[in-house]
């Protein structure tokens, strides 16, 4: 069994950055991607950002190419998103994975302009 914890969510201004940890505990061995999904109000939630733990392979959603990054800290076990000049589409409740199997309770991020 893996828990995932996020944190780092908040309210910020238009061009204004974050940054998102997510926190894995349990068994953390093996094979497996880590990353983020979001979800705005009265949307699907959409893909945001994965990386390859092992490997540190990333990809983003064409939406926060060149705004965001996605990094790993292996003795942390935490994955990260570092969110720069956001936008107010941004907003929304973004969610932890590991395989898209195992998912985090969500943190709220909240853009104003």
């Known amino acids: 069994q893996v828990q995932l914890v996020e944190s780092g969510g908040g309210l910020v201004q238009v061009g204004g950055s974050l940054r998102l940890s997510c926190a894995a505990s349990?068994?953390?061995?093996?094979?497996?991607?880590m990353g983020w999904f979001r979800q705005a109000p009265g949307k699907e939630r959409e893909f945001v950002a994965t990386?390859?733990?092992?490997?540190?392979?990333?990809h983003y959603a064409d939406s926060v190419k060149g705004r965001f990054t996605i990094s790993r800290e292996f003795a942390k076990n935490t994955v990260y998103l570092q969110m720069n000049n956001m936008k107010a589409e941004d907003t929304g409740v973004y969610y932890c994975?590991?395989?898209?199997?195992?998912w985090g309770q969500g943190t709220q991020v909240t853009v104003s302009s």
């Open positions: 990386i390859d733990w092992s490997s540190g392979t990333t």
């Open positions: 349990g068994r953390t061995s093996g094979t497996f991607s």
């Open positions: 994975h590991r395989n898209t199997y195992y």
